[in-house]
């Protein structure tokens, strides 16, 4: 398999939350510095208005939170298989489709990696999630097309998928000893993705690897519904989520759910949205919260305020409590955060994994005694509580932890020098 050269291909993780690209070279790490000397590349982009362009990755970040006037586009990846991909997008003035907007971030990676490489890449091997939408083999398929699509139109001439926690599991492969039958837990900022796979030294080498996945699977649940969650729970309360009318009935929810999510914050900014949430306020009884969620809309916080539950509920992987300053929005005003609130906002999200990961033994046919190894990806993995109900269903298997946000770049580099030589 022309071992001695590098390989022809690329393989490309577009994640929902971070982007890896992975090219096998022998004897080097796969892994190609996509910005300032680091892996990954935040899937963010961000339409600068003064400049008239878009800047991607920690720069994106950077230049919305430096108060540059613009937009921030994130979670790209969950508009795959979602109904919003069919619609546009007004960006710096003027409309665009969805699918132009993820073919933008990925040509991105590709030139990156081109440039660091030093040469064009013809194929790609995509990581997908094992499902892109729940419970719609059509949508699905949609999602995966479209994705296809994109990957065509920035210029690759063939184009294939692996799974991602199959991706991740080559890359486990590569360091152990023996023979081991391993569960790929991956969970990221969009999706929960599991494999079970038999791995072994010799296996490595095969070229069809079919008899030994056992099962895949996975739920579309990561970490962007975590922050949803925590930002319901522990925030949205200050702003008014809960707050009783005077006929006793709670107000409208739908205002705070849309706050809470990354792409719907801007529906709160709409002249309407504030109209109708104007005349509401004087049938609300305590109009303390409603009234800090004007101050935010008018500050146009919205993302702000998801970025800091986001940190928020990363601190909480170390920390049992903390406090979030929400003085730009109030001066003096912040909000206790605590481990356990967050695990009771999650709880039922929790449930959902824990029921997916039973269904995958069961699809292969095995006991949790069974498993060697439990194999942990993807940033949300360092959520405790996720590790204890993992723990709980497979207490005898050894648990360990991969590259956090590598493994399945890395696994997509030995599939592409595999598929393409
Ligand atoms: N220490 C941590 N504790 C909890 N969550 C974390 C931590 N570090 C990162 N995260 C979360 O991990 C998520 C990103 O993980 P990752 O980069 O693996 O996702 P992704 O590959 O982009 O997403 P996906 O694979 O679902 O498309 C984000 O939701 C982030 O908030
Ligand atoms: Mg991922």
Same mark, same amino acid.
């Given at each position: ?182 569960? @790929? %837990? *991956?969970?990221? &900022?969009?999706?929960?993705? /599991?494999? !079970? +796979? ?85 049938? @609300? %009884? *305590?109009?303390? &919260?409603?009234?800090?969620? /004007?101050? !935010? +809309? ?124």
């Amino acid at each position: 398999m022309y071992k001695d050269q590098p390989a022809r291909a690329c393989g490309i993780d577009f994640g929902t939350s971070n982007s890896t690209v992975g090219w096998w070279r022998p004897g080097e790490d796969s892994l190609i510095a996509l910005e300032d000397g680091k892996i990954t590349l935040p899937s963010v982009v961000f339409f600068n208005l003064e400049e008239r362009r878009p800047v991607y990755g920690r720069r994106a970040l950077e230049e919305y939170l430096e108060g540059y006037e613009g937009r921030l586009m994130r979670s790209l990846k969950s508009l795959l298989g979602s109904k919003l991909l069919k619609s546009e997008t007004t960006v710096l003035g003027s409309a665009m489709p969805f699918k132009q907007l993820l073919g933008l971030f990925i040509g991105e990676l590709k030139q990156r990696a081109e440039a660091v490489a030093g040469r064009a890449f013809e194929q790609v091997v995509l990581g997908r999630p094992v499902f892109f939408v729940d419970d719609d083999p059509e949508a699905d398929r949609e999602a995966a097309d479209t994705l296809v699509a994109v990957a065509k139109a920035i210029g690759f001439d063939e184009v294939s998928f692996q799974y991602e926690p199959i991706a991740a599991a080559f890359d486990y492969e590569r360091g152990i000893d023996r023979e081991e039958l391993v569960l @790929i %837990v *991956d969970i990221g &900022g969009g999706t929960s993705d /599991f494999s !079970l +796979i038999r791995l072994s030294p010799e296996r490595r080498d095969h070229a069809e690897r079919q008899d030994d996945i056992l099962a895949t699977g996975g739920v579309h649940i990561g970490g962007t519904d975590f922050d949803k969650q925590l930002s319901l729970r522990g925030v949205m309360p200050l702003f008014g989520y809960g707050s009783r009318m005077k006929s006793d009935a709670f107000m409208p929810t739908h205002y705070h759910l849309n706050l809470a999510t990354w792409h719907t914050i801007n529906t709160l900014y709409a002249q309407k949205t504030q109209l109708a949430l104007k005349s509401m306020r004087y049938d @609300i %009884v *305590d109009a303390s &919260g409603i009234d800090r969620l /004007f101050r !935010l +809309i008018e500050q146009r916080a919205g993302h702000w305020l998801a970025m800091q539950v986001e940190q928020s509920k990363i601190d909480l992987t170390e920390a049992d409590r903390l406090n979030l300053s929400l003085a730009r929005i109030e001066e003096g005003l912040e909000v206790e955060l605590t481990r356990d609130l967050f695990e009771a906002a999650i709880e039922s999200l929790l449930g959902r994994v824990r029921d997916s990961v039973g269904d995958l033994l069961n699809k292969a046919g095995l006991t949790a005694a069974q498993v060697d190894t439990v194999f942990f990806t993807g940033g949300s993995s360092g959520v405790p509580a996720l590790r204890r109900i993992i723990a709980e269903l497979l207490p005898n298997a050894r648990h360990l932890e991969g590259n956090t946000f590598g493994s399945i770049g890395s696994g997509l580099a030995i599939e592409a020098k595999k598929r393409y030589g």
